[in-house]
């Protein structure tokens, strides 16, 4: 199994205090390695996730930052990240990986920022019917391994929805996403290519959830 190489972190650490152009012009050879080291690592990460889900497709993300709309104008970003998309229509959700220095690294997951259709078939069925979101959210793997469902929240209730609605703390949430922290060393041992699977197989039951939720109407008929 792949590991990410100490190299990698090497080389982000010290992409983090220099971000600049003439740096990363001098030190490209060091930067080719580590995105073969991580295009690497991410491709044993599928293989271990294919044993328990269905990938339909994946994406890595280029480390050049687009700086025409923001504040931070520094070229590059600190990190090495990419994204896993589950297969057909039926599998909603994704998974998210991303190679940080520090204890930066993660596996996340969920809806983030879905559409306003897709956010409101959710919001439908929370105001149904809450019990099978908390079951989710409360059991033991999810808490242990993630915390609590986290994302971009509105600050009262949605239009339509009641302010004291019992469910008014799931129904705020404008994304629904969880993610867990990797240390470098973790990433570095044998079998860390089947640790960042195994998070990501825990988040299926929350994945699957919104998957059934969003590919059937009120009736629970599919669409």
Not at 28 to 51: G, H, L, P, Q, R
Not at 56 to 84: M, Q
Not at 89 to 107: D, H, M, T, V
Not at 131 to 137: D, E, L, N
Request: aromatic share 14%; proline share 3%.
């Amino acid at each position: 199994m792949a590991t990410i190489q100490t190299s990698t972190f090497t080389f982000l650490k010290n992409l983090q205090k220099n971000n600049n152009r003439e740096w990363f012009a001098t030190n490209k050879t060091k930067y080719e390695a580590a995105k073969t080291d991580f295009e690497n690592f991410f491709n044993s990460v599928k293989k271990e996730m294919e044993k328990h889900d269905e990938i339909e497709d994946t994406k890595i993300y280029r480390i050049y930052r687009d700086v025409r709309f923001s504040k931070n104008k520094t070229p590059y970003k600190n990190n090495l990240s990419g994204y896993f998309t589950r297969a057909t229509k039926w599998k909603r959700g994704g998974y998210y990986l991303q190679i940080e220095p520090s204890g930066n690294s993660f596996a996340g997951g969920g809806f983030w920022m879905p559409n306003k259709e897709d956010l409101l078939r959710i919001r439908q069925e929370i105001d149904i019917d809450d019990k099978p979101f908390r079951k989710v959210f409360n059991s033991a793997s999810f808490k242990k391994t993630f915390g609590q469902i986290d994302g971009a929240q509105l600050k009262s209730a949605p239009r339509g929805f009641a302010k004291d609605h019992i469910a008014i703390d799931l129904l705020r949430y404008k994304s629904f996403i969880c993610s867990h922290n990797f240390t470098d060393k973790e990433l570095m041992e044998d079998k860390a290519s089947k640790l960042v699977a195994n998070n990501f197989k825990k988040m299926q039951p929350f994945l699957n959830l919104f998957s059934q939720v969003l590919t059937t109407n009120l009736n629970g008929e599919p669409v």
